[in-house]
């Protein structure tokens, strides 16, 4: 695709972000579809935050993406916020509306859309999810407003309990999903919630690449076949919690597609198009790559 005077231009703020998928997704997803378009990644620390966005926003940049840690604060780089955003407190994905910065978060979308791809509908469902990071909390917060009828959230009472705490009560407050907060470490009240879970998520870093052998579950004893459980790690393909409950005769999935699905969310609130997903998926997103 050819760089041109009318070119917008998208792109990445973090650090690191050499390794992102991201401007391999979008530009191939611009140039299948023929929109004048550039993604490109920016090393921006947290402390250089809000000079690369008022820079970005001078040049008249069309929007922007940003990773951990800088989510939190390009929240309040914002002018506005989606109703998600406001609610998780922090913002992957910024669109500039001639010169008016709204701030989205599209990775608790990626999620539900990623239950959707495989097959499942979690609406009016009961849904346990492990972990209150900061991915945990968009799944919570997108779940609940997309009409799960109640949310179990298990956390350690570590750094993030007291955001835990905020976080069921945002979403008590301000969806009428049913969420309730329980210690990691309680074995029965996380066996009653799985027994009554049409889902189970693994919103926690355990298991993921180089701890591989790291389970967020002890053994497999509460795991039951009509329980669909799903990590968000990708990298392992297959955690040690996916090979129990495959095991256990369970559905499972992991969070490739969650990552494909942020990426394509945000490319239709820059663009008002559809990513070409099954391009994008065989390109960039087989089980093997
Ligand atoms: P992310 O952006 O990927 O969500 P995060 O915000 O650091 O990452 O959140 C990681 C989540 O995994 C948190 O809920 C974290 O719990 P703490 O805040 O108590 O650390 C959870 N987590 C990480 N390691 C864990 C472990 N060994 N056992 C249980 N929970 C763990």
């Known amino acids: 695709m050819e760089i041109t005077g009318h070119t917008k231009l998208t792109g990445l703020l973090g650090s690191p972000v050499s390794h992102s998928i991201s401007p391999l997704m979008h530009n191939k997803a611009f140039e299948l579809l023929g929109l004048d378009y550039s993604y490109l990644c920016f090393n921006v620390g947290v402390d250089s ?4 966005v008022h ?11 940003c990773t951990m840690p800088d989510k939190q604060r ?83 009472r570590g750094r993030s309990w007291e955001h835990a705490v905020k976080l069921t009560d945002t979403i008590n407050t301000n969806t009428s999903c049913r969420a309730s907060l329980y210690d990691l470490a309680d074995a029965a009240s996380l066996e009653k919630c799985l027994r009554e879970s049409s889902i189970l998520t693994n919103g926690t870093s355990v298991g993921m690449a180089p701890h591989e052998s790291e389970c967020i579950l002890s053994d497999d004893s509460l795991l039951h076949p009509e329980l669909i459980v799903s990590d968000i790690i990708y990298n392992p393909r297959k955690t040690r919690l996916l090979q129990m409950a495959q095991a256990k005769g369970c559905p499972t999935f992991n969070g490739l597609y969650m990552l494909l699905f942020q990426g394509a969310e945000a490319f239709r609130l820059w663009t008002g198009k559809e990513m070409p997903i ?10 093997s790559n």
Not at 124 to 152: C, H, P, R, Y
Not at 278 to 287: D, E, L, R, V, W
């Open 278 to 287: 099954n391009a994008i998926k065989q390109a960039y997103f087989t089980p």
């Open 55 to 65: 820079g970005l926003r001078t040049l008249g940049a069309r929007g922007w993406n």
């Open 74 to 156: 390009m929240c309040e780089l914002c002018d506005s916020l989606s109703p998600a955003a406001q609610m998780i407190r922090a913002v992957n994905t910024v669109v500039n509306e001639n010169g008016i910065l709204i701030g989205h978060n599209t990775d608790g979308i990626g999620y539900m859309m990623s239950v959707k791809e495989a097959g499942f509908d979690i609406i009016g469902k009961e849904m346990t999810l492990l972990g209150a990071g900061g991915a945990s909390t968009a799944i919570a917060v997108q779940a609940a407003l997309d009409g799960v009828k109640a949310l179990n959230i298990f956390n350690r």
């Open 49 to 52: 935050l809000a000079d690369a």
